[in-house]
């Protein structure tokens, strides 16, 4: 069996990338192999994890390549060049459009820091989403990793998983533990599932 390749596209941290290395270290992974991450900012943290576990890596930032159609562009051929099956967005920050995505139906998932469709769309990101779900209100809150479309985090639903705000929480304790507790695990679990459609071989 071959297993499917994947590319992980970041723009931060890369602590979601660090759970799918942990991940095929672990066993959680064994359909698919992390083949390649693109970062879209040079000073994502998440290169060092790249280079830290000898996954090829490559920068591809939209403000040198100077539009959005010469950054996807950029984005597909290397893609293609390391024939990939599955496309992770793991704190990626930037929007891909229907050119893009339609490309890929039902290989690009997504993990966003909210319960979908709550706290989502266009300008939900990062530490802001836990900010949004704190203002409100909310009890709880979660994860979702869902497929990704044209439509910001609009996508099939994958897994999802629920963690309780605590009343002392701040958007940074929160964001913390809905990593901890819910992104960590279902995205590599996601990964894992998504993985065994696209194998190839017996
Ligand atoms: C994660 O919380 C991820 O869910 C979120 O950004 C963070 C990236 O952290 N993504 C989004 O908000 C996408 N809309 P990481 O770089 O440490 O994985």
Redesign the pocket.
Known sequence: MLKAKIAVL??????????LIDAQKSGVITSGEITLVISSSPK???IERAKNNNIEYAIVSKKELGSQEAFENKIVSLLEEKEIDIIV?????CILSKNFTDRYPERIL????SLIPSF?GEG???L??HEKALEYGVKVTG?TVHFVNEI??GGKIIMQKAVEIDENDTPETL?KR??ENA?WIILPRSVELVSQRYTKGN
């Not at 997504?110 to 820091?113: A, C, F, L």
Request: aromatic share 12%; hydrophobic share 45%; charged share 5%.
């Open positions: 970041v723009s931060g941290g890369g602590t979601n990338l660090q759970a994502a943290y998440a967005l793991a704190g990626f920050m997504n993990v966003h820091p989502c939900f990101y990062g802001h989403v994860a910001p985090d964001q809905v990593m992104e």
